[in-house]
């Protein structure tokens, strides 16, 4: 069926999840750049549209399949490629569940407050440029440090070396985007020292290194 | 280790999802409502923080595991509830990729976005009582609506009698929460009309009509 094919924008939150999962299970793939902003957003073109109804990043064309949503992505990595890399959830139920908590606090609590379709929502509500830059940057803040606030205290009880014991699992995906946009909305990380502990744990494994925003070919 | 406890809201979202999957999984349990308003949000309770960080419902405890995070609760009653009453999600990989997919793009999508939370933060920005009201309408029927245009369209090739063929599936319990949403934020469910008739197919349910926030104990 071919290489597989991640459509991506190597600031995209959700497409660095995925890219993640992928270097984690050693699966080969081939990058498509969709530019967020370029051209009123590549994401808004009939032909993306057409892959993803939603309009947003990433799809993964897999083994036949045209799949959307990260974690629904990467949890079919998981059912699918089983047997290829790493592990990405535990086998007990108790913990899977743990995981996917974490994974979601993230996933469902977070990011999709601060994500550009919001803030630009939000942004239209100000009159100047310099009003829209001021309320997004203290919109993004107030909506990390919500979520942090209470993910802090759940990795107080769960992390080991990673947000879940000592091996890597899906809330370590989610975690480690989460973290940079946290610094570019400038949270005081020292707040978080379970979250910057893990984060920083994390950040110098090779497969994060890899599919890390800054080696992207559509860095700028 | 006696009745499984769930910590609920009658009208919160996620709250109702799992009370959807604990009566197809024919689970009894034992209700505890926690006010999302009064006395400033029972959530807010540091009784109720030490089971639930994120300070958000639901809470399900069970199998001696306290269990947080509407989907990761949803997917645990599928792993370790399996035989029991319904399947929640199909067997092929890629079949469960696209069940789960629907499922975030309402619960990481759009449900988030017009949460309680995010509509108190939004309505901060305004003075007058008419203003924040008017404006939190706006808010939330944007937020569903945009969520619902890409959500119809990806119904439209995966819906049968429900979400994901004929099937009850996972997604089926997002859905219904979002459609009562859309309709108290005035969205015109004339758009939507695959949307529509999946609902209506899954509200005349049995267990859908247990699960219903009007059939709650602190249904107000």
Redesign the interface.
């Known amino acids: 069926m071919g290489k597989p094919v991640l459509y991506s924008y190597w600031r995209s939150s959700c497409s660095w999840r995925v890219r993640i999962a992928l270097q984690l299970k050693k699966i080969d793939f081939e990058y498509r750049a969709v530019h967020l902003l370029n051209n009123g957003g590549e994401q808004f073109k009939e032909d993306y549209?057409a892959l993803n109804?939603?309009?947003?990043l990433p799809t993964l064309c897999i083994?036949?399949?045209t799949?959307?949503?990260s974690?629904?992505?990467i949890?079919?990595l998981e059912?699918?490629h089983a047997e290829s890399g790493a592990r990405l959830l535990p086998d007990d139920?108790?913990a899977?569940?743990?995981v996917?908590?974490l994974?979601?606090?993230i996933?469902?609590?977070i990011?999709?407050?601060q994500n550009l379709?919001?803030l630009k929502?939000?942004m239209g509500?100000f009159d100047t440029p310099e009003v829209k830059d001021a309320?997004k940057m203290e919109?993004g803040k107030?909506a990390i440090e919500?979520?942090f606030d209470?993910?802090e205290?759940?990795l107080e009880r769960t992390a080991g070396v990673f947000c879940f014991g000592d091996s890597v699992t899906m809330a370590d995906l989610a975690l480690i985007p989460q973290v940079y946009n946290a610094e570019r909305f400038g949270v005081n990380m020292a707040s978080y020292p379970t979250i910057s502990r893990v984060a920083k744990a994390l950040e110098v494994l090779p497969e994060f290194k890899a599919a890390h925003p800054s080696a992207m070919p559509d860095a700028q």
């Open positions: 549209v109804p939603m309009k947003e083994d036949g399949h799949l959307t949503q974690i629904a992505i949890e079919y059912d699918a139920a108790g899977k569940a743990e996917r908590a994974t979601h606090m996933s469902s609590d990011q999709p407050v379709r919001v929502r939000f509500e309320k919109w107030w919500t979520g209470g993910l205290k759940a």
